[in-house]
T-cell receptor, first 110, second 115 residues
Framework: DAKTTQPNSMESNEEEPVHLPCNHSTISGTDYIHWYRQLPSQGPEYVIHGLTSNVNNRMASLAIAEDRKSSTLILHRATLRDAAVYYCILSIQGAQKLVFGQGTRLTINP | SAVISQKPSRDICQRGTSLTIQCQVDSQVTMMFWYRQQPGQSLTLIATANQGSEATYESGFVIDKFPISRPNLTFSTLTVSNMSPEDSSIYLC????????????FGSGTQLSVL
């Protein structure tokens, strides 16, 4: 499985945008980029995923570099409830066997 | 979405004993997975639970230690056998509705402590 690299931790302020980076220099043409997050004492929850084009949903936006070697998860207006560990994961389409890395622990300051 | 119920939510067990964790989904799903999350760590995939056949285990996990059953499309169990303190972890059930669905849904996990 291709690997991803994320910062161990990030900090932001409430109501400000947050940009969470992810490097995946060994990504293959069939790898989708997935983002999950894990709130304290909960199982992970799906955030967003994409292949080549930028993606938007009600939770976040995913910006994918043109060469696909990196991506950025964007939370447009962070709230305290967005404090979680965010995981960037590569997966072949339809292969739900996800391999989790260490993720980024996001802290939101009031 | 899928509603996943895991039981028990937590347990404290003595070394050498076994614990069976249940995962019940509110609708039929094709894919079910079991993950382990050791204290302060990320998630590690234990195995894929296959309906009607033996589970597919990841490297480092064996059937004798983590037997898995999946009798139908909504239910699976994971047994942690002959437990030691190193098995203290959160065990999570995960499901995907169908092979083409990109989303995984997770249960809230079973917090296991082995004394």
């Amino acid at each position: 499985d291709a690997k991803t690299t994320q910062p161990n931790s990030m900090e932001s302020n409430e109501e400000e945008p947050v940009h969470l980076p992810c490097n995946h220099s060994t990504i293959s043409g069939t790898d989708y980029i997935h983002w999950y997050r894990q709130l304290p004492s909960q199982g992970p929850e799906y955030v967003i995923h994409g292949l080549t084009s930028n993606v938007n949903n009600r939770m976040a936006s995913l910006a994918i570099a043109e060469d696909r070697k990196s991506s950025t998860l964007i939370l447009h207006r962070a709230t305290l409830r967005d404090a979680a560990v965010y995981y960037c994961i590569l997966s072949i389409q339809g292969a739900q066997k996800l391999v989790f890395g260490q993720g980024t622990r996001l802290t939101i300051n009031p | 979405s899928a509603v996943i119920s895991q039981k028990p939510s937590r347990d404290i067990c003595q070394r050498g004993t076994s614990l069976t964790i249940q995962c019940q989904v509110d609708s039929q799903v094709t894919m079910m997975f079991w993950y382990r999350q050791q204290p302060g760590q990320s998630l590690t995939l234990i195995a894929t639970a296959n309906q009607g056949s033996e589970a597919t285990y990841e490297s480092g996990f064996v059937i004798d230690k983590f037997p898995i059953s999946r009798p139908n499309l909504t239910f699976s169990t994971l047994t942690v056998s002959n437990m030691s303190p190193e098995d203290s972890s959160i065990y999570l059930c995960s499901v995907a509705r169908d092979p083409t669905n990109e989303k995984l849904f997770f249960g809230s996990g079973t917090q296991l402590s082995v004394l």
